[in-house]
């Protein structure tokens, strides 16, 4: 984005585009203060830039003051800007992207969810009421995932309710390598995170000084805060998590805080985790929450027709139900693939179009398949249908399989219908499963799937699901560091596990609803560390101090006859605590992250837990 | 105080069972120079009885102060540093842990911690150079790394200091290991000298012990020393004056387990396969050793198995065992030799009886 240059980080850019941009924009705002009406041809618009370049000026004055990461956005200043756009356009033959171009202006076009919008709308409005009044809260918190209009949303209720919106934008990123080079030009380094938090610090004594606006300070302020810094390990997640409890606590200025959902499929990762957790921090602390849902099909179709209408490209329905489903919800994607779409010349289509005649079937028929889509992002299936597809072992019927198999025989027993789906490695990767988590989750489901009479069949797939373990478990040793092989050992068990299941499945049940349990697994397994942490710490208890005994001991002949002899009641500070033998601890500790165990935490997974 | 500590023999020269390795090993220390220990056999068999009272042979009552710690340790692995959490429990002469605590990570704890102990050599009164002694728990379940560690750690500092390893298996430790130790084999004691004990305890306490209760106990208590004497006490806070025909009561976990084996026995079906899986879990969430269930229920299905059923389901407990010690989650094991086994039943079953 062009607004958020800066004149001292314009050598960070090493894009070309980039470059001449940020040249021309600094060339413009130090000439502004000289001769900039010079550069201007004198146009209608000369009113409407007069706020843009009072604004600029001041900016490039107070790019050393510490308010300079708030940016100025309020609707003068894009209308300037575009003014202005429109001349270094002229100069660049550039043309704007689609998604700028169609940014939505108003709430009617904002292809997010009516429900959704009126909500912050109101939540604004209501800030708006009672501004004047003690109000705790502050902050609203919007997550939701990438592309589906977050920033949007808060931007256009801005312009429609008439206040400012001033936005936090992580500036320009100092990278290491950058910094070594202007070492001796006296910038010095500093941290996404500091700045952040020196920002809230700042926000937080000071509000918002607005140095743009002099004489419209009746307006109202919202501040929006976008981007927050990338947060690496506990160290950085606790600072962040510190500095934006204290933001939402303190601040007076209605705010929107934006947090992107990543993928669920990939949230057994740490970092996702952390994401969550800070969530919940900051609607703890006192904000408002609203989840924005990913965009519906349809809305991204209208849209999606909309700019094809403006733009005047004839973009076939097909097409546009494609790209629309294609994007998952997102709608920033589906507009950059229609404009990439219509960007290729594509003689096939346009033959077909200016014709009309039969090679139109076969545009459809290569459409229709998403591998040859050129565009959009690949097909990904949710893990959970993933596993569906692989429990209820859907084959093609029996007639259907004819005597082609002349090359080989099979016995009768090894014999089966063909797969109703696609290759079972290419659903796993398309889920994105992780080894362990499907063989988890298949171990856990696969036994409602077979025929009760079938005992063979559940010995069948428990003895591939224990070869698909004894497979991963190869990883711990001298495997470790061979990324390579243990890629292969991962997709190989992964692959063991499904296999096994569909092929142990002979008789599987007709297909009737069934849940998709999460692993009962992982709570025993956790549970289980956490007693075995209890007793390791009092081991040393029996032998009355006197040696360490061996742990299997400890669980299978002392506690037990302890608890015979009602040992606690003479001992009970000795013993205390141990769990009631046959109780298994509740599934709370997820919530405290002191509690999670090295091991338990690699497989809990907080997101599957819902289902 | 529970009886097996309160009568615990504390010197070599007390002990009723195994009076011919305790005599053997005073003469040992008596003669100055120990060389490493391997202390191995079944659980309950007085391994570490035996090792308390060398110690204590060697460096006298000082061995009993001891003082149990949580230590923290930072050990520099490469380009990282770990922090291990152990439990050590040491007196003066000796260092007693159990390496195989860290998991994974017992090769550091071999290489770093015992170097470090046995560097520090206690001077004795004489301004001699002493040597202290690092008991080992455990050492069959360290890992193939932990224990070729282990053997360089015993050559570089056989002078400062001396090893007492104690596991279950001699087979698990390696021949390099075992080689440069002194291998103490401790059988597991005969009924008879349970009984003994057993009858030295009731003495001692003063009870009435019935014909043969004794007997019954040490029968049931599988050749484990400590087995008999724990439900010893359990049956005299039962029911004193004790009855001939007092039921002896068995572990929590083995009565479960002998739940799930008639559960298996009398239905043979996926459904009662999830039930066994819930119920083995919950032994699991208790600590009870994978290993230990496994063969329990072996011990507990052959019971009721006819005899041509048995050996293949040895097999296959043997099969499954071999996996669990390669694999990584128990259960997927447990639960598929509890599926081969109703698979087996039941064919067999249905072969006899139509």
């Not at chain 1, 025993?524 to 081991?539: C, D, G, L, Y």
Request: glycine share 4%; net charge positive.
């Amino acid at each position: 984005m062009r607004k958020r240059t800066k004149p001292i980080v314009v050598v960070s850019s090493s894009d070309e585009d980039d470059e001449k941009q940020h040249h021309t924009h600094n060339y413009k705002s130090s000439l502004l203060t000289s001769s900039s009406s010079s550069s201007v041809p004198p146009r209608s618009k000369k009113s409407k830039k007069a706020p843009r370049l009072s604004s600029s000026c001041s900016k490039s004055r107070i790019d050393s003051n510490p308010f300079d990461q708030v940016k100025l956005f309020c609707e003068g200043f894009d209308d300037g800007f575009t003014g202005f756009q429109v001349l270094a356009e002229e100069k660049n033959k550039k043309k704007e992207l689609w998604v700028d171009k169609y940014r939505p202006r108003t709430l009617e076009e904002l292809a997010v969810h009516k429900k959704k919008v009126e909500e912050v709308r109101t939540w604004f409005e209501e800030r708006l009421k009672k501004e004047k009044q003690e109000n705790n809260n502050h902050v609203l918190l919007i997550t939701g995932q990438t592309g589906i209009g977050k920033s949007e949303t808060v931007r256009v209720i801005a312009s429609h309710l008439g206040a400012i919106l001033y936005e936090w934008k992580t500036p320009t990123p100092t990278i290491w390598q950058e910094h070594v080079h202007n070492s001796g030009s006296g910038i010095r380094y500093t941290s996404k995170l500091d700045e952040f938090e020196n920002f809230v610090e700042r926000i937080r004594k000071y509000g918002l000084i607005s140095s743009s606006d002099k004489k419209g300070s009746q307006k109202t302020h919202f501040l929006l805060i976008d981007d927050l810094p990338v947060i690496s390990g506990k160290v950085s997640y606790e600072r962040l998590r510190c500095s934006l409890h204290l933001l939402v606590q303190s601040i007076r200025i209605p705010t929107a805080i934006i947090v992107t959902d990543c993928g669920q499929s990939d949230s057994a990762d740490y970092s996702m985790r952390c994401w969550e957790e800070l969530q919940l921090s900051i609607q703890s602390a006192g904000a408002c929450k609203v989840a924005f849902n990913p965009i519906t099909v349809n809305s991204i179709k209208k849209t999606l027709s909309r700019i094809c209408r403006e733009e005047h490209k004839k973009v076939t329905t097909e097409q546009n139900d494609l790209i629309a489903k294609a994007s998952g919800g997102d709608i920033r994607h589906a507009i950059l693939s229609l404009e990439y779409l219509c960007l290729k010349p594509n003689p096939m289509l346009s033959l077909s179009l200016s014709d009309g005649n039969p090679t139109y079937p076969e545009v459809r028929s290569e459409l229709d398949d998403g591998n040859l889509l050129p565009f959009g992002r690949d097909e990904t299936l949710s893990l959970f249908h993933a596993l569906g597809k692989f429990l209820h072992n859907k084959r093609a019927t029996q007639n259907s399989v004819a005597s082609d198999n002349g090359a080989f025989c099979l016995k009768d027993q090894y014999m089966r219908s063909p797969l109703n789906m696609d290759a079972p490695e290419k659903v796993l990767c398309q889920a994105h499963g992780q080894a362990k988590t499907v063989t988890d989750f298949l171990h856990e489901n696969v036994l409602d799937f077979i025929n009760e009479e079938a005992i063979d069949d559940a010995w069948t797939v428990s003895s591939y699901l224990s070869d698909a373990d004894t497979l991963l478990a190869s990883l711990g040793g001298l495997l470790i560091r061979n990324y390579e092989a243990s890629n292969i050992v991962q997709s190989a068990a992964a692959s063991v596990a499904a296999r096994g299941v569909l092929f142990g499945n002979t008789h599987p049940l007709s297909s009737r609803w069934h849940a998709v349990r999460r692993p009962r697994m992982w709570q025993v397994e956790k549970s289980m560390w956490h007693n075995k942490r209890e007793m390791v710490s009092q081991r040393s208890v029996p032998c009355n101090g006197m040696n360490l005994t061996d742990f299997s001991i400890i669980t299978t002949e002392w506690r037990p006859s302890l608890k015979w002899l009602g040992f606690k009641a003479s001992h009970s500070e000795a013993v205390h605590g141990v769990p009631i033998n046959g109780s298994i601890v509740e599934d709370g500790g997820y919530d405290d992250p002191m509690c999670i165990d090295e091991q338990s935490a690699q497989t809990t997974d907080d997101e599957i837990e819902d289902w | 105080m529970l009886w097996v500590d309160k009568y615990r023999p504390k010197a070599l020269d007390k002990v009723i069972v195994h009076q011919d390795v305790a005599q053997n090993l005073k003469k040992l220390v008596t003669e100055q120079d120990c060389p490493h220990l391997l202390f191995y056999g079944p659980s309950g068999s007085g391994k570490k009885t035996l090792i308390m009272a060398l110690l204590r042979q060697m460096f006298g009552a000082s061995v009993e102060k001891v003082k149990v710690e949580n230590k923290n340790w930072k050990v520099d692995a490469g380009s990282r540093t770990l922090d291990l959490e152990l439990t050590t429990l040491s007196s003066t002469h000796h260092v007693e842990l159990n390496p195989s605590d860290a998991g994974f990570q017992d090769r550091y704890i071999v290489q770093e911690i015992i170097k470090e102990m046995a560097k520090n050599r206690p001077i004795d009164t004489k301004g001699k150079k002493g040597f202290k002694v690092l008991v080992l728990n455990e050492v069959d379940k360290l890992s193939r790394e932990a224990q070729h560690s282990l053997r360089r750690t015993m050559e570089k500092y056989s002078a400062s200091c001396r090893l007492i390893l104690c596991c279950n298996s001699s087979s698990k430790v390696t021949e390099a290991v075992r080689s440069r130790c002194l291998n103490v084999r401790i059988n597991a004691p005969k009924e008879e000298e349970i009984v003994e004990v057993l009858e030295f305890i009731g003495k001692k306490e003063g009870l009435q012990l019935p014909f043969g209760f004794a007997a019954r106990i040490a029968e049931k208590s599988n050749r484990s020393l400590r087995r008999a004497i724990l439900s010893f006490e359990t049956c005299r806070v039962q029911q004193y004056p004790f009855t001939n025909n007092q039921l002896i009561p068995a572990m929590d976990w083995e009565a479960y387990l002998l739940e799930i084996a008639s559960d298996i026995m009398k239905e043979q079906s996926p459904k009662r396969l999830f039930q066994v899986r819930g119920k083995v879990y919950e032994l699991l969430s208790n600590c009870i050793p994978p290993e230990i269930i496994l063969k329990r229920l072996l011990y507990e299905l052959l019971k009721k198995l006819d005899a041509e059923l048995k050996h293949e389901v040895c097999h296959w407990a043997a099969y499954y065992e071999h996996r669990m010690r390669l694999g990584q989650k128990a259960i997927f094991h447990i639960e598929a030799f509890v599926a081969k086994f109703m698979s087996i039943y039941k064919g067999f079953l249905i072969s006899t009886f139509g």
